[in-house]
């Protein structure tokens, strides 16, 4: 009897636990509802296609977990996205819980669409005039009021802007976090700049120096060397950013509440430890594309979810490609792409071109209609490009790069090495060749060849023999090794966005963030 009363009231507390437990639970649904219903991010990304593709993947992942999302655009941007993507489909399906805005990009000059600034390498330009000049404008968006939305609760700014964005912030009492869409290396690399000054590893003294060893950047030692350091490190830059603003504006990160990076633990881990210890909130949440691609495809089975395809695109896209991949063989052709902002001089053109045909590989290149740097008259795809290309060859102005990347027939990828480009590649498991042109894009293609041992680094050679060789390496003679490394990287990239994995994780703690935040300023 004693034991049977025993296990009553053993069985009445466990009642009363549970009761406990699923009333607290309520309680914390009611407050995440509640604070969801006032979260209203404003996002503002630097006016350059690699920043607006990751920022609107992530502001897709936020309307997707129920949050009030504002995405401001440059007008130029705008139009650019009107024309090309399918923007207004985008914000009609989401719709009312995202919108879009444009604000001036304040450039003063008079510009046809296409010698605008705000698109190409001298999208610096713009960013200094935003900087500069967009204060009064971005504070009229970020205090106004509408019946239809809460007010804005939390303000993710690109880095680039970052004085611009921790000023206004800091003035109207906004919770900021900073998004940079570069990868932690080059991160982690511009915040370090100080310090190598002091350690008198800058300034690079000349092309003598290009191969010394840099040695003060924790986590990284050893692994650099000169011509390894972001692009605007080097005497003889390419682009409108100066490295003096660059270091600047990172810097203003350390006073954002929080800093999101497009990148997953495994892949960055060791410079990731030494960024936390300067951002203690850090959310890693990458691959973003695949994260929404596996976000959406959970939300198939909520009817009451929308999961549109969105194509975010600045140049018209050529799908004839497609269909000329599907007539080859598996693993067979080398997609050659350099991103929307590198310039080719006539003569590297022509050499990647002899080394391409040359290697008798099967060939997908990305041929802009700005591609090639020169005077009118001169910057056209030489006719024996076109012509000679034909026999195992395919180009088109624009491709669409993640299922060209998917495709069976592919079986590498010569990239300017732009972070998104270089992290399609990892979770689509395709060995890379890395040419890079500027910015984050030459440490990007270090890691990828020394520290991941995903594919070759090319950077700062533009010869016909070269590329033949390093087409061969990557597609035969060394082909097992890279495909062995590049799967082992992908599938940890797909772990890393599933149920469980880091930046799924990160991503759940970045939502909570934001909605705490939001919950705290209402009271």
């Known amino acids: 009897m004693m034991l049977e009363a025993r296990a009553e009231k053993i069985d009445e507390k466990r009642k009363l636990i549970s009761k406990a437990m699923e009333a607290e639970t309520k309680v914390k649904e009611k407050c995440t509802a509640a604070a969801a219903a006032g979260a209203h991010v404003l996002i503002f990304p630097c006016p350059a296609q690699g920043h607006i593709i990751s920022m609107l993947k992530l502001a897709e992942l936020l309307v997707l977990n129920d949050l009030h999302v504002t995405f401001l655009n440059t007008e130029y941007i705008h139009h650019r996205l009107i024309r090309f993507g399918d923007i207004e489909a985008l914000s009609a399906c ?97 915040l370090c700049v100080p310090k190598l000054f002091e350690c008198n590893e800058l300034p690079i003294k000349g092309d003598d120096d290009m191969d010394r060893i840099i040695t003060s950047t924790p986590g990284m030692e050893n692994l650099l060397r000169c011509r390894d350091l972001p692009s605007f490190c080097r005497p003889k830059k390419k682009g409108h950013i100066h490295l003096d603003s660059m270091v600047f504006q990172t810097q203003q990160s350390l006073r954002a509440n929080a800093l999101i990076l497009n990148t997953f633990e495994d892949l960055e881990g060791p410079v990731l430890s030494q960024i936390r210890l300067h951002f203690p909130k850090l959310y890693t949440i990458g691959p973003l594309h695949h994260h929404l691609n596996m976000r959406k495809t959970a939300a198939l089975a909520k009817p009451s979810l929308p999961h549109p395809s969105f194509k975010n695109n600045f140049f018209e896209v050529d799908r004839s490609c497609m269909a000329w991949l599907d007539a080859q063989p598996e693993r067979s ?191």
């Open 94 to 190: 989401y719709h009312p819980t995202l919108q879009f805005k444009t604000i001036s990009d304040c450039y003063t000059e008079e510009q046809d669409l296409q010698q605008h600034p705000g698109f190409g390498d001298r999208v610096g330009d713009v960013i200094t005039s935003i900087n500069s000049h967009a204060k009064p404008l971005l504070r009229d968006i970020l205090v106004s009021e509408s019946p239809a939305k809460p007010r804005i609760s939390c303000f993710i700014g690109d880095g680039m802007f970052g004085s611009l964005t921790t000023d206004l912030a800091g003035e109207l009492g906004i919770p900021l976090i900073h998004f940079r869409t570069i990868s932690a290396c080059c991160f982690w690399a511009y």
């Open 333 to 523: 052709v080398i997609y050659v792409s350099f991103g929307s902002v590198t310039l080719v001089t006539r003569m590297e053109l022509m050499e990647i071109w002899h080394g391409l045909v040359n290697s008798k590989k099967r060939f997908l290149w990305v041929m802009r209609p700005d591609l090639v740097a020169g005077k009118e008259g001169e910057d056209k795809i030489p006719v024996e490009v076109e012509e000679g290309t034909k026999d195992r060859g395919f180009m088109v102005e624009w491709a669409p790069q993640e299922e060209v990347l998917a495709h069976k027939a592919i079986g590498g990828f010569m990239t300017h090495s732009g972070w998104n480009s270089t992290i399609e590649s990892v979770v689509a498991g395709v060995p890379m060749i890395c040419w890079p042109y500027f910015a984050d894009q030459q440490i990007n293609s270090r890691f990828v060849s020394e520290a991941w041992k995903l594919g070759l680094d090319m950077k700062d050679v533009c010869d016909r023999n070269v590329v033949e060789k390093m087409v061969n390496d990557v597609m035969v003679h060394r082909r097992d090794e890279f495909l062995i490394s590049a799967k082992a990287m992908s599938m940890l990239a797909h772990k890393s966005v599933s149920p469980g994995g880091s930046s799924y994780s990160s991503f759940d703690d970045l939502i909570h963030y934001i909605k705490i935040s939001t919950s705290q300023g209402n009271h």
